[in-house]
């Protein structure tokens, strides 16, 4: 059984930065496609970043050059540092781990593993 823990959510001015962190149960971030997804009120989730086994990484347009996802295997960790926030990137973050296919958001929707989400608040 797969467990993750975000942490690491908070609330920033726009332009601030945070790193979220997710715990992952042994192995896991070694042997997983790893990724962040996001839920705002009203919308649906959305892939933010993801990490491939072997550290290839992929992040959706409006966060490309702000967020970066890594990942620290002998921690079994996985972080997410978002710089230069905006107020439309308040949302519900989830750390996400898949095994199950090809390491896509699609797959990772379906076939994921997921936490309990950490709150990030951007004011203006």
């Known amino acids: 059984q797969v467990q993750l823990v975000e942490s690491g959510g908070g609330s920033v001015q726009a332009g601030g930065s945070l790193r979220l962190s997710c715990a992952a149960s042994e192995y896991t971030i070694s042997v997983y496609c790893m990724g962040w997804f996001r839920q705002a009120p009203g919308k649906e989730r959305e892939g933010v970043a993801r990490i491939e086994t072997d550290g290839r990484t992929s992040y959706t347009d409006s966060v490309k050059g702000r967020f970066t996802i890594s990942k620290d295997s002998a921690k079994n960790t996985l972080y997410l540092q978002m710089n230069s926030l905006k107020p439309e990137d308040s949302a519900m973050y989830y750390c996400?781990?898949?095994?199950?296919?090809?390491?896509?958001?699609?797959?990772?929707?379906?076939?994921?593993?997921w936490g309990q989400g950490t709150q990030v608040t951007v004011s203006s």
């Open positions: 996400a781990a898949s095994r199950r296919g090809a390491c896509t958001w699609a797959t990772m929707n379906l076939f994921g593993y």
